[in-house]
């Protein structure tokens, strides 16, 4: 079965880096655009970034200037570059792939900022 498996998250101090991996399993990237939401507590779903089957790529305002969404064919993964994190950046990231009807999602994982 076709899945997405983030990887990369874990606890940093502000001002720090993570940098964030969507793996995909019996499916090729290459195919999708693909997107990195996030969620953070009592808040909505946000775009954080999105790259196109073309590597045409956008940004949601708050991570402008500081996120880099990337992809790698030969590994079959996309990867989300983060710097100068700051504790509003603290949420669950999910990797999602999406062609006209179709979605993947994959189950998150954790970006915590804190002193």
């Known amino acids: 079965q076709a899945r997405l498996v983030e990887s990369g998250g874990g606890t940093v101090e502000p001002g720090g880096s993570l940098r964030l991996s969507c793996a995909g399993s019996k499916m090729l990237l290459s195919r999708y655009n693909m997107v990195w939401y996030r969620q953070a507590p009592g808040k909505e779903r946000e775009l954080v970034a999105r790259i196109g089957r073309e590597n045409d790529r956008t940004y949601g305002d708050p991570v402008k200037g500081r996120f880099t969404i990337s992809r790698n064919n030969a590994q079959n993964t996309v990867y989300l570059d983060m710097s100068d994190l700051t504790p509003e950046d603290t949420a669950v990231y999910s990797c999602?792939?999406?062609?006209?009807?179709?979605?993947?999602w994959g189950r998150g994982t954790q970006v915590t900022v804190s002193p």
């Open positions: 999602n792939a999406n062609l006209l009807r179709t979605n993947y």
